[in-house]
């Protein structure tokens, strides 16, 4: 089972940038698809990107040309880059992997900790 640790949540103005980052063990995460979902307060998680095997990606309409999902194959890291952030991104963030069921992506495995992303001026 692959084991998660997620980083580089903080504190930043709207229209500025962070970076997540998402470090694995146990698997290989070129091997497998990853996703990363995010949780505001009172609300349900939701699927913010995915990447696949073979690099592919998928977007929330929400983040769709601001948000980039990407990998480093010899760090074994997932990442998310979070370009032109809105206060309503403000969110606990969290990677996790994921299959593919019919089109749809679910989450397989433990949740993280997460990494929180606050967008406040």
């Known amino acids: 089972q692959v084991q998660l640790v997620e980083s580089g949540g903080g504190l930043v103005q709207p229209g500025g940038s962070l970076r997540l980052s998402c470090a694995a063990s146990?698997?290989?995460?070129?091997?497998?698809?990853m996703g990363w979902y995010r949780q505001a307060p009172g609300k349900q998680r939701e699927l913010v990107a995915t990447?696949?095997?073979?690099?592919?990606?998928n977007y929330a309409d929400s983040v769709k040309g601001r948000f980039t999902i990407s990998r480093d194959n010899a760090k074994n890291t997932v990442y998310l880059q979070m370009d032109s952030l809105k206060p309503e991104d403000t969110a606990a963030y969290y990677c996790?992997?994921?299959?593919?069921?019919?089109?749809?992506?679910?989450?397989?495995?433990?949740w993280g900790q997460g990494t929180q992303v606050t967008v406040s001026s």
């Open positions: 146990g698997s290989m995460v070129s091997d497998i698809a």
């Open positions: 996790i992997r994921v299959i593919n069921i019919a089109g749809t992506p679910y989450p397989i495995g433990s």
């Open positions: 990447i696949n095997s073979g690099g592919g990606t």
